[in-house]
């Protein structure tokens, strides 16, 4: 059916009918004598708005080509205002539109509410907002903010703490963008994050959790292979941020993340300098509180402790480190290296364990318990409750049991 000059406006609302008769969709001559668009909804309220063309025979063909785009929006899912700014064009896909918004959102960021530092913008947000823009600016954009969202965390494992800063980031990345850049409503975020953030798989979660490694030695030679000295000066500052990240992992037996919050404090008492990490993790158990950190040097097979004089290059400022460190951040490094890949494939088939990242750290509270420190201290250094140490390391509480046996009947002894 073409809309004929005799009878334009009844052809034009029949038309309108057409495309959905069971959705309620009209059009009518607004107060100004602009094409008014309704759509009746599920609960029989209805939605309005008016369009930009006049309540014209001229105009009626254009307005009609506009009704069936913004239903088209509407079917998949959209209100009928979201649909016909979509239809309107106001959801920028220019990758330059979401470039600015990304500028203006970093100075929100830098500059206003709860202020962040730039070290920490380009960290936690900027890796996964310049995902969104050149996303957004690509020749098949997402149309709506949950795939986006969707695209820009799909690559990290699911449940995972990368994912859900990405998540995190995006969503408010959009927000900025909705309620300070004037995109259309449909860019608002999803509230909830949890469907996009996933959870892990059981098996998963345990290789994720993994094992410790074999000895000291093994670390040692590991951390040996990295390539500090190669000839790409890339490599080589990369190799030596990360070989600084492992040793602090190593002999402070920290979680990668808490890498970024350590601190040196002095004790006013004894003068000592020490270890001090700043990380709060949120758990079933509660908020773990900032905590001293006790180093354990290692030890190679020969008895030597390396000494790596990591406090005081900290403390001097000459001990690099990696932009970003984090679980996901260490495994994609290591996973990059034939040494490691050759060592985790050695360690699955010959002792039926798993090594990642954590597994540093997990070196570190055996090598608490061989050496007899009871599971209350090593808990406390390591940052996690008593019972939750247990758990992870079922050989705590067996060596914390057979010490005090072992002590018992050395005073029965004397």
């Not at 080589?236 to 002999?251: D, H, I, V």
């Amino acid at each position: 059916m073409t809309i004929t000059k005799q009878n334009w406006e009844l052809t034009l609302r029949e038309l309108v009918k057409d495309l959905a008769p069971e959705r309620g969709l009209t059009v009518n001559k607004s107060k100004r004598e602009k094409v008014e668009l309704r759509l009746r909804g599920k609960d029989k309220k209805c939605q309005s708005v008016i369009l930009p063309f006049d309540w014209t025979e001229k105009e009626s063909g254009d307005a009609y080509t506009r009704v069936r785009n913004i239903y088209r929006f509407i079917a998949e899912g959209h209100s009928l205002k979201a649909a016909a700014e979509l239809a309107q064009g106001k959801a920028p896909k220019k990758g330059k539109d979401w470039k600015n918004i990304l500028d203006t959102f970093k100075y929100q960021k830098l500059n206003f509410g709860k202020a962040t530092t730039e070290a920490t913008f380009n960290k936690q947000y900027k890796p996964a907002c310049e995902m969104a823009v050149e996303l957004m600016g690509s020749k098949t954009p997402p149309m709506n903010p949950a795939d986006l969202i969707d695209m820009c965390v799909k690559d990290w494992a699911a449940g995972s703490r990368t994912r859900q800063m990405r998540a995190r980031a995006v969503k408010q990345f959009l927000i900025h963008a909705v309620t300070r850049e004037g995109i259309a409503d449909i860019w608002n975020p999803p509230t909830d994050l949890k469907p996009h953030i996933g959870e892990a798989k059981p098996q998963e979660k345990i290789n994720r959790e993994g094992d410790h490694f074999e000895d000291d030695q093994q670390i040692i030679n590991f951390l040996e292979t990295l390539p500090i000295n190669s000839s790409f000066q890339r490599d080589a500052e990369a190799a030596e941020k990360w070989l600084n990240a492992f040793r602090l992992m190593a002999e402070l037996g920290l979680r990668p993340i808490e890498v970024g919050y350590l601190k040196v404090k002095k004790d006013p008492v004894t003068k000592d300098f020490y270890w001090w990490c700043e990380y709060r993790k949120k758990s079933g158990g509660g908020i773990t509180e900032p905590r001293r950190v006790e180093p354990l040097p290692l030890i190679d097979d020969e008895g030597k402790e390396q000494e790596w004089n990591l406090i005081n290059r900290f403390k001097t400022n000459t001990l690099p480190l990696p932009d970003r460190v984090d679980g996901e951040a260490c495994n994609t490094y290591l996973q990059r290296k034939e040494s490691w890949k050759s060592l985790k494939k050695m360690m699955k088939e010959t002792q039926g364990m798993n090594i990642v990242a954590y597994s540093f750290r997990h070196s570190y509270s055996l090598r608490a318990h061989v050496l007899g420190i009871d599971s209350g201290s090593v808990s406390m250094s390591m940052g996690h409750t008593l019972e939750a140490h247990h758990r992870a390391y079922p050989y705590a509480s067996k060596a914390s049991t057979t010490n005090a046996f072992k002590r018992a009947r050395e005073r029965l002894t004397a």
